[in-house]
């Protein structure tokens, strides 16, 4: 089993003025402890579960970037872009040049976007649900398209692009992965079936129930359900114990998980990155 670093707070105790050395310094020890993805959640103010709106958030795409030049092996990504927040073909090209940039590291995640209060406050298109997941849909071929080199004109419903062109092409093999956020059983689940490498679950009670459901999605579907990477939220609480994340871990990797990703409490103090080189990072591996 692989491991996930999700960077989500970023009101850190130095401010501002110290987030950028920081960041790059959280990063690199990340990525020399062996996590084997690190992410950030593409919203623009902070979100209730963490804290208050008014603290500090990072834009995405910009702090990947920025996360891209401190490392060398991790893979980057959101957890996950809100399809409302970006017009599909220049989330295509920003992916497609983060992924060439990091050579190769890239993957794509996108979902519905759920955050109305956020998008209403900065201006932001917000339809109702029905509308956001066909903008969705749209998005998944859209992006699947240019990450493929096809030129061919796309008109949709909701987008019309007359000249789909994406060059450099990205690096990623055989394509640029595409992750899809959420367990929504009727819409999400189904989209994962049809246009995605991988989905993000969260790990509610209900956690295998998503899985057989997304199983009888890729069946409905002619989709191999081996073929989609089950990745899955976790929390890496290192007040509870090494053990009880390495069993943690364990449990979710034998429903099938490949890839468990969480955040960190202090991320910021990166000497908490020796634990998991040493003893979390090796356990999981050796699933």
């Not at 990205?170 to 689940?189: C, D, F, Q, Y």
């Not at 459901?213 to 976790?234: A, F, N, S």
Request: proline residues 6%; aromatic residues 10%.
């Amino acid at each position: 089993m692989k491991l996930g670093l999700h960077i989500s707070n970023f009101t850190w105790p130095e401010g501002a003025a110290r987030l950028g050395p920081q960041l790059g310094e959280v990063a690199a020890a990340a990525d020399e402890a062996g996590f084997e993805r690190i992410s950030v959640m593409d919203h623009f103010w902070q979100i209730g579960p963490i804290g208050p709106p008014e603290w500090d958030m990072l834009e995405a795409y910009t702090s990947l970037g920025f996360l891209a030049a401190h490392t060398k092996r991790a893979k980057l990504l959101t957890l996950v872009t809100g399809v409302v927040y970006r017009e599909p073909a220049l989330l295509a090209k920003a992916v497609t040049t983060l992924d060439v940039l990091s050579g190769g590291r890239a993957i794509l995640g996108l979902g519905a976007a759920w955050n109305e209060h956020e998008a209403h406050g900065l201006g932001l298109p917000f339809p109702p649900t029905k509308e956001r997941f066909e903008w969705l849909e749209e998005a998944l071929r859209i992006c699947r398209q240019m990450f493929a080199g096809d030129e061919t004109p796309f008109h949709g419903e909701h987008y019309q692009l007359d000249r789909p062109m994406n060059i450099p092409q990205p690096l990623s093999r055989p394509r640029l992965p595409i992750l899809i956020g959420g367990g929504g059983e009727k819409k999400t689940l189904r989209l994962v079936a049809q246009y995605a490498d991988a989905c993000n679950l969260f790990p509610t009670a209900e956690l295998q129930h998503k899985l057989d459901v997304l199983k009888q999605h890729c069946d409905d579907v002619g989709r191999d359900y081996d073929e989609i990477q089950k990745t899955v939220m976790y929390r890496f609480d290192l007040n509870e114990g090494v053990g009880a994340i390495i069993e943690g871990l364990r449990r979710l990797h034998a429903m099938g998980f490949e890839v468990g990703h969480g955040g960190l409490q202090n991320v910021y103090d990166t000497k908490q990155f020796d634990v998991f080189a040493k003893e979390i990072i090796p356990a999981a591996e050796a699933f």
